[in-house]
């Protein structure tokens, strides 16, 4: 599957954005899928993650309560809903998706290598 991540941009802090992750088979209900973010010279950050029917979500702690991660699979989407931005939340995002239709406990959603699938990056910039 091919995945197409867009929607970034310049926003000032406390603003937001929403990113989308389009795939290119409309097979994304069996698909987890997760979005990532790194900024330069910084290691690849977990931020969020959705099981394959959207039924349960997973966040990293600096974008709980701010970030909403959600899933149209009538539209083989996934959105990354983003408010009360921050400077700190610049960087390059990405979305990746795995075939499996949920994240078990032998699955640690939070690490790239999870994933089989990744997009290209979108870039966000938050200025102060």
């Known amino acids: 599957v091919q995945l197409q991540a867009s929607g970034g941009g310049l926003v000032q802090a406390g603003g937001s954005l929403r990113l989308s992750c389009a795939a290119s088979?409309?097979?994304?209900?069996?698909?987890?899928v997760g979005w990532f973010r790194q900024a330069p010279g910084k290691e690849r950050e977990f931020v969020a993650a959705i099981s394959g029917s959207g039924g349960s979500t997973y966040y990293g702690d600096s974008v709980k309560g701010r970030f909403t991660i959600s899933k149209d699979n009538a539209k083989n989407t996934v959105y990354l809903q983003m408010s009360s931005l921050k400077p700190e939340d610049t960087a390059a995002y990405y979305c990746?998706?795995?075939?499996?239709?949920?994240?078990?406990?032998?699955?640690?959603?939070?690490?790239?290598?999870?994933?089989?699938?990744w997009g290209q990056g979108t870039q966000v910039t938050v200025s102060s």
């Open positions: 088979k409309p097979t994304l209900s069996s698909y987890a």
């Open positions: 990746a998706a795995r075939p499996i239709p949920y994240w078990s406990g032998s699955h640690n959603y939070r690490a790239p290598h999870e994933y089989n699938y």
